[in-house]
């Protein structure tokens, strides 16, 4: 489900390697939901999904700043997009579902893949001429 690509890469290495360590994450998650057979997994899904928020936050962070740096023209509509993905995932609580929280979480994980995809092929490739200032 989450599977980085060569193609998907903007250009700057360290976005990259953050870009890389999401897919990975959620990667993750999936394969512990996955896997998981009858054991509750509850509790370590939770905490992966929360790093993966925290994780999301730090790395919008890190983007907004190297946006800054050179001058990105469509840094604020950039920021609303970021902003409006963190919102959407902690508007998710996974404590409140009491059934089948292995088939919701999958399905929450593909709404995160296919976001995720969509914006580092959309939104994020349109920075990269900008970002060439940065080498
Ligand atoms: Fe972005």
Do not use: C, P
Not at 87 to 105: N, S, V
Request: net charge negative.
């Amino acid at each position: 489900m989450f599977d980085w690509k060569e193609d998907y890469s903007v250009g700057v290495k360290e976005i990259d390697a953050q870009h890389k360590r999401l897919f990975e994450m959620g990667q993750a998650m999936s394969d512990l939901v996955s896997n998981h057979g009858d054991e509750d997994i509850y509790d370590e899904l939770t905490a992966m999904f929360n790093e993966l928020i925290d994780y999301t936050r730090y790395h919008f962070n890190d983007e907004e700043k190297l946006m800054e740096k050179v001058n990105y023209k469509d840094l604020e509509d950039h920021k609303v997009q970021h902003q409006l993905f963190v919102e959407k995932l902690e508007a998710y609580d996974l404590e409140t579902i009491d059934e089948d929280q292995g088939a919701f979480a999958l399905k929450l994980l593909k709404t995160v893949a296919t976001w995720i995809f969509k914006h580092i092929t959309g939104d994020d490739f349109r920075y990269r001429e900008a970002m060439t200032a940065l080498s």
